[in-house]
C-alpha cells in the first residue's frame, strides 16, 4: 500500500470517527428544545455530551488538518470552493461550542432560551451542511483544469446535495435520541425512546431515498458495479436492525447499529471515491486524485510515524475518557455542572 | 473594497480575537493546575475554593478560545488557497500535529477535569488539568513552528517542476532557530496575562474588603510567578528582536523607522513620520542605543529601509518590500511600553507580598485591576508587529502575502463573512466578558472566609 493511499484511509478514519462522535453530539443538541420540557431537563440533556463534545469537534479539527498536510490542493480546492458553506458551518460551530458553556452561567430563563437555541441552530446548521457537503464530494463537482472549484456556494444546494444534508441530520437525531435513552435521566431518556421510533421510521425513509438518488446521481453504479459489496448493504441491514432493536428497547444494540450505519456508509462513500478525493463533471481528467493532490513522499512518511505514535495514544485516552462517565445522569441539578 | 485587502483584513481580525483569548488560556490553565495541585498535596480546603473559582473563569475564556480557533484552521484554505498550495508540505504537517496531540488531549481532559471531581480520585482530577495545561501549551508550541517557518523558512527545497516548496528535513522545521525565539516569548506572555488577570481581580476583592485570605493567596502566586514571566517575557523579547535583526532586518528597521542604515544605530524614543514620503516629520533618538541592543556593543550597523528596499529588488525583483512603517512602529512601541508598565508593577506587587505586613495602597490596587488589560494590549500589538513587518511576505523571501490570497473567493463574498466574523465575536466577546465580570465580582461560591476578617492582616493598609 503506498503512502497516498495510507493518508487516504486515515483522513477516512478521522471523518468517520468525527461522524459517529459529533453525530450523537449533533442529534443531542437538536433534540434539545424538544426532549428537555423544564430547565433541570433540559441541563440533563446537555450534561450527557458535556463531557465529550469538544474531544469529540477535535476530530474534525485533525481531519481538517490531516487534509491541510497530506493532501494540500484537496485542501485548497475544497476549503475555498465550499466558501460560503464553510462560513456558515462555522458559524454553527461557534454558536454551539460557546452556548455549552455560557447557556447555564446566568439564572435568567431569556439567556438560557437563547443558548438553547444556538445549540440546536448551531447543531441543525452543522449536521445539515456536512451532508450537503459529502454528497457534493459523491455527486461531483465542476472543477477546470488548474484544480479550481467553478460552481459557487448555490450548485452546492442542488436536490441531491439537499437529500444527502437532510438524511444527515434524520441519522444524526436518531443516533442521539439512542444516547439519550442510554444516558439522560429517566424521564428524559424515556420520552427519547418514546420518539425514537419515529426517528427512525424518518431515517429509513431518507436513507432510502439518498441511496436510490445516488444511483442516479453519481456514477457509483460504473465504480462499484451491480452488487456494491458487503458494506453499503451493511449500512442498510444496520438501519434497519436499528429499528429492530429501538422497537425492543434494547438501547446499547441500537446504539451500536446507528454507529455501524455512519460507519458503513462513510466507508461507502470513501471506498467509492478512491482514489479520487473530488471528482471533476466538467472534466474526469481534471479531477483531484490522492496522487495529483498529495503532498511529497516525505512529509506524508514524517506524518505517518507520528500519527503511528500518537493516534493509538489518543483513541487510549479517549476510550477511557467515556468509561469514566458511563454512568447515566440523574436529574439534580446540584450535580450538574453544565 | 479589494479582494486581497478584505482576506488580510479579516485574517488579522479573527487572529487578533483568537489570541485575545489564548494566552488567558495559556497562562491560567498553568496556575489553576499548581492551585490544584497545592490542594492534593495540603489538603487545604481553600485551595480547592481557588481552583473552583479561577478555574471557572478559565473556563468561560477557554469557550472563546476554541472556537475562534477552529476558524483559523479553516481559513487557510478558505482565503488563502494558493499559500495553501504553495507551502501545504510544511506548513500543513504542524498544524496536522497541534490537533493530534495538543487539540485532542487539552479537549478530552479538559472534559473529564470539569465533570469528574466525584468521579476520579484528587490525584488523578489534578493530573487531568495539568494534561489541559499541557495540551494548551504544546499546541502553542506547533502552531508557532508553523510560524516560524513564515519568519524563517527552513528545512525546505523549491520544486521546479511543481513550483512548490516541499519539507525535506522535518527536524529542521521543528528545531527552526526561530521557534527558540518566538515560543518563551508567547508562552510566558500568557502566564503573565494569567497573571495580572489574578492580580487584578484579587485587587477588586482587596478593595471591598471581601474574601480576604482566599485572594491573598491567589495574588501572592500570581505576583511571584508572574514576575518572573514578565522578566523572562522582556529577555526573550530581547533575544528574538536580535534574532529578527539577523533573519529580518527590514522588520527591525520599520519598527524603529530607521529609514537609513546607521553605524552606530540610535534607538528612536518617538518619532512621527510622513507615511506619503516615508520619512521622519519629527524624532527623539537615542544615538547608539539601537547598536548595543542589537549586538551588544555600541556600535555595528543597522541596516535602514531603504538600503534595505535596494537590496531585496536587486534580490528578489521590482516591487515594494516596505511594511507598513507606521503600523509596525507603534505597535513595536506599544507591546514594549505595555511589557515594561507589566515589570515596573510586578516588582510592586512583588514587593507588597514579601514580608509580615503586605500593604498596597488603594490607589495601588486599582492600579491592578486597570492593569488586567495591559497584557493584552502587549499581546494584540505583539502579534501586529510580528506579521505586519514580515510584509509584503506571506512566507518570508518565498511567498508573497499577494500571491497566496485565494483567487475564487470574491470580494462581495469576503466582505459578507468580514462583517459575519467581526459581528458574531464581538456579540461573543460581549457574553464572555460580561460573564467574567459577572462571576469574577461575585467571588468563590460560599463567600466563606476561613480566618475571621478582623484577625487577617489587610493587604489594604491604612492609608487606603
Same mark, same amino acid.
Given at each position: ?12 478514519? /478521522?471523518?468517520i ?16 428544545? $424538544? ?16 463531557? +465529550? ?33 464553510? $462560513?456558515?458551518? /462555522? ?74 444534508? =437532510? ?6 437525531? #436518531? ?12 424521564? !428524559? ?17 431518507? %436513507? ?44 446499547? @444494540? ?11 456508509? =462513510?466507508?461507502?462513500?470513501?471506498? $467509492? ?13 481534471? *479531477? /483531484? ?5 498529495s ?6 512518511? !514524517?506524518? *505517518?510515524i ?22 447515566r ?10 | ?24 488560556t ?5 496556575? !489553576? ?9 495540603t ?13 471557572? /473563569? ?34 500543513? &504537517? ?12 487539552? *479537549? ?7 465533570f469528574? @471531581? ?6 488523578? +482530577? ?15 508550541? @506547533? ?28 527536524f ?20 503573565t496575562? &494569567? ?7 484579587? &485587587? ?6 471581601r474574601?480576604e ?31 529578527l ?9 520599520a ?12 534607538f528612536?524614543? #518617538? ?10 516629520? %519629527? ?56 511589557? $515594561?508598565?507589566? =515589570? ?25 485591576? @486597570? ?21 509584503p511576505?506571506? !512566507? ?58 478582623e ?10
Open positions: 500500500m503506498d503512502l497516498n493511499t495510507l493518508w487516504f484511509i486515515l483522513i477516512a478514519v /478521522l471523518y470517527g468525527f461522524f459517529v462522535l459529533e453525530g450523537f453530539d449533533f442529534g443531542v443538541g437538536m433534540l434539545l428544545p $424538544f426532549l428537555g420540557r423544564d430547565d433541570t431537563q433540559r441541563r440533563v440533556i446537555i450534561n450527557t455530551i458535556g463531557p +465529550h463534545w469538544d474531544g469529540n469537534e477535535v476530530w474534525l479539527i485533525t481531519a481538517g488538518g490531516a487534509t491541510f498536510a497530506a493532501f494540500p490542493h484537496w485542501y485548497a480546492t475544497m476549503f475555498s470552493g465550499f466558501y460560503q458553506a464553510l $462560513f456558515l458551518l /462555522l458559524v454553527g460551530l461557534i454558536l454551539r461550542g460557546v452556548a455549552f458553556e455560557f447557556r447555564s452561567k446566568i439564572e435568567d430563563p431569556r439567556w438560557r432560551k437563547l443558548w438553547d437555541w444556538a445549540i440546536f441552530t448551531g447543531s441543525l446548521l452543522s449536521a445539515l451542511l456536512l451532508g450537503v457537503a459529502f454528497a457534493n464530494l459523491m455527486r461531483g463537482l465542476p472543477i477546470d483544469a488548474s484544480m479550481t472549484y467553478t460552481g459557487g456556494f448555490w450548485y452546492l444546494l442542488n436536490p441531491y446535495g439537499l437529500v444527502g444534508g =437532510l438524511a444527515t441530520v434524520a441519522v444524526f437525531l #436518531l443516533h442521539g435520541a439512542i444516547f439519550l435513552s442510554l444516558k439522560a435521566s429517566d424521564e !428524559v431518556a424515556g420520552r427519547a425512546q418514546a420518539v425514537s421510533g419515529r426517528l427512525w421510521a424518518v431515517a429509513l425513509v431518507l %436513507f432510502a431515498a439518498l441511496t436510490v438518488y445516488t444511483y442516479l446521481e453519481t456514477d457509483i453504479l460504473l465504480v462499484l458495479g451491480v452488487n456494491p459489496g458487503v458494506v453499503p448493504i451493511a449500512a442498510l441491514a444496520a438501519l434497519l436492525l436499528a429499528g429492530y432493536f429501538v422497537r425492543r428497547v434494547s438501547d446499547g @444494540w441500537a446504539f451500536a447499529m446507528t454507529t455501524l450505519v455512519i460507519v458503513f456508509t =462513510l466507508v461507502t462513500v470513501f471506498t $467509492f471515491m478512491y482514489p479520487r478525493v473530488m471528482i471533476s463533471t466538467t472534466n474526469p481528467d481534471w *479531477s /483531484l486524485t490522492i496522487y495529483n493532490a503532498s511529497s513522499e516525505y512529509t506524508l512518511r !514524517v506524518m *505517518s507520528v500519527a503511528l505514535i500518537f493516534v493509538p495514544i489518543m483513541l487510549g485516552y479517549q476510550i477511557w475518557s467515556y468509561r469514566v462517565f458511563r454512568k445522569l440523574t436529574a439534580e441539578p446540584e450535580k450538574l455542572e453544565y | 473594497m479589494d479582494a486581497l485587502l478584505l482576506a488580510r483584513l479579516q485574517f488579522a481580525a479573527t487572529t487578533i480575537y483568537h489570541f485575545f483569548f489564548v494566552p488567558l495559556l497562562g491560567l490553565s498553568v496556575l !489553576v493546575a499548581i492551585m490544584e495541585t497545592v490542594y492534593v498535596r489538603g487545604q480546603e481553600v485551595y480547592k475554593r481557588m481552583t473552583k473559582f479561577w478555574g471557572k /473563569l478559565f473556563l468561560i475564556n477557554f469557550a472563546m478560545g476554541v472556537v475562534t480557533g477552529i476558524v483559523l484552521e479553516f481559513q487557510f484554505g478558505m482565503n488563502w488557497s494558493e499559500y495553501s498550495r504553495f507551502v501545504g508540505d510544511i506548513f500543513g &504537517a504542524p498544524l496536522a500535529i497541534e490537533a493530534l496531540l495538543a487539540f485532542f488531549l487539552e *479537549s478530552t481532559f479538559l472534559g473529564v477535569w470539569i469528574g @471531581w466525584d468521579k476520579l480520585s484528587k490525584g488523578m +482530577h489534578a493530573a487531568a488539568i495539568w494534561l489541559v495545561a499541557i495540551g494548551a501549551n504544546v499546541s502553542a508550541l @506547533w502552531i508557532l513552528i508553523a510560524n516560524s517557518f513564515m519568519q524563517q523558512p527552513v528545512g525546505f527545497t523549491f520544486n521546479e517542476v511543481t513550483g512548490r516548496a516541499e519539507m525535506t528535513d522535518f529542521a522545521l521543528i528545531f527552526n532557530p526561530n521557534i527558540w525565539v518566538q515560543f518563551p516569548h508567547t508562552v510566558l506572555a500568557g502566564l496575562t &494569567a497573571a495580572f488577570f489574578i492580580m487584578g481581580i484579587s &485587587a477588586y476583592h482587596f478593595l471591598k474588603k474574601n485570605d482566599f485572594f491573598r493567596r491567589s495574588f501572592q502566586i500570581a505576583a511571584i510567578l508572574g514576575t518572573i514571566a514578565i522578566f523572562l517575557v522582556i529577555l526573550g523579547g530581547h533575544s528574538q528582536a536580535q534574532h535583526a539577523e533573519i529580518q532586518p527590514m522588520k527591525v528597521a519598527g524603529e523607522a530607521l529609514w537609513y542604515s546607521e553605524d552606530p544605530a540610535s528612536s524614543l #518617538l518619532t512621527i513620520g510622513d507615511l506619503e514620503q516615508r520619512n521622519d516629520v %519629527f524624532s527623539i533618538r537615542v544615538p547608539g542605543l539601537l547598536s548595543l541592543m542589537t549586538y551588544n556593543q555600541l556600535q555595528g550597523e543597522v541596516k535602514g529601509i531603504y538600503d534595505l528596499q535596494a537590496e531585496y529588488e536587486a534580490q528578489y525583483g521590482p516591487g515594494d518590500y516596505i511594511p507598513p512603517v507606521a503600523l509596525t512602529y507603534w505597535s513595536f512601541r506599544a507591546m514594549v511600553g505595555a511589557g $515594561f508598565a507589566l =515589570l515596573a508593577l510586578a516588582a510592586y506587587a512583588l514587593f507588597g507580598v514579601m514580608g509580615d505586613m503586605p500593604k498596597f495602597s488603594q490607589r495601588g490596587l486599582k492600579l491592578f485591576v @486597570w492593569a488586567i488589560g495591559l497584557p493584552y494590549l502587549a499581546n494584540t500589538a505583539g502579534w501586529l508587529m510580528t506579521e505586519v513587518g514580515r510584509m511576505w506571506a !512566507v518570508y523571501g518565498l511567498l508573497k502575502v499577494e500571491d497566496a490570497v485565494s483567487p475564487t473567493v470574491s470580494s462581495g463574498t469576503l466582505l459578507f463573512s468580514l462583517i459575519g466574523f467581526v459581528l458574531i465575536y464581538g456579540l461573543l466577546m460581549g457574553a464572555d466578558i460580561f460573564l467574567l465580570t459577572k462571576y469574577a465580582k461575585a467571588g468563590p461560591d460560599d463567600g466563606k472566609d476561613e480566618i475571621a476578617p484577625m487577617e492582616p489587610s493587604l489594604l493598609g491604612e492609608q487606603g
